[in-house]
């Protein structure tokens, strides 16, 4: 057999693999495209009560969704040359979308008078610039294509919990235009980014040699961090997030769960071979800095002290 005869079905199974992503991609550019303004009910019954209870989740969230544009510009510096089905992905239709999240958000916070966190849409950090330098260094832009995918399975599937949190919250308190309006519409969009990053990463982890894969897997525990957050201010707020939605109530043991349920997909693609292995430790570390910094800007210990009989 010839190495023609090896490479060429290779090939054609790519070809196929890419097809369903841009067929994938198709499909959320015309089920999902950005929400219409008017369709947004902003009327409250409880403003005031709403800004004390979830406050620090729209200002968090909305600096998030607004700060896509400098994460497309992030992508375009990371990714020399990327994909064409990814190009289409980020820029034709994630991008629409989630500025259009976080235009809603925005007025819904601006109503609320609740302060906002101010967006980074221009700054690149230096450690990215230089990994996009390397980026032109045979196998290297694949390893960073890797990271994307996985920063991304990690942020959709935190935006949905989130979103989650907050619209049964807002129903809670009786603010069910919000909830119908707001929070339902930008959550239904959220999973269709998810599945996109999950196929992409087996595709290109089916691919990637066995250096490729130790580097990752390096790389991934060394760079994890929360969603959004990029000092330690930054994670302070997502600890304030995490508190506010009521996910660290159950101390330790309810936050590994979140922690599972952030890290599912890449446990299960990248650490599989690791028996006994839940979620990767770095997750549940980040996620509990996180608490640990809110709880201490309180002057607070987390997890709080249970009373007794609890």
Known sequence: MSLSDLTVPRRRGRRREDSRLADHV????????????????????????????????????????????????????????????????????????????????????????????????????????FLGALGRVPGVQDISRMLYYLTGLATERSAVLAYNKLHAGLVELGERAVAATVIAPIRRQEPGHFAYYQLAAQ?????LSGWQKWLTRGLRRRTFEVVGAYNKRQVADFGDV??????????????REYARQVGRAEHELMWAHRRGLRVPDYVFKSLKRAAVLAAERKGEVWPAAQPAGS
Do not use: C
């Open 26 to 129: 198709d499909r959320l550019g015309e089920e999902h495209p950005p929400i219409p303004l008017g369709s947004v009910d902003y009327s409250m019954k409880k403003p005031g009560l709403l800004a004390e209870r979830f406050g620090s989740v729209l200002a968090y969230m909305t600096r998030v969704e607004l700060e896509v544009e400098r994460n497309v510009l992030e992508l375009n510096i990371l990714l020399p040359d990327p994909p064409e089905v990814d190009q289409h992905f980020y820029a034709d239709v994630w991008m629409p979308q989630e500025t259009r999240h976080g235009q809603i958000l925005d007025k819904l916070q601006d109503l609320l008078g609740v302060n906002p966190h101010v967006p980074n849409l221009t700054d690149v950090s230096f450690s990215l610039k």
């Open 203 to 207: 595709q290109l982890w089916d691919q």
């Open 242 to 255: 995490m508190d506010a939605l009521r996910m660290t109530d159950g101390g330790e043991a309810e936050l």
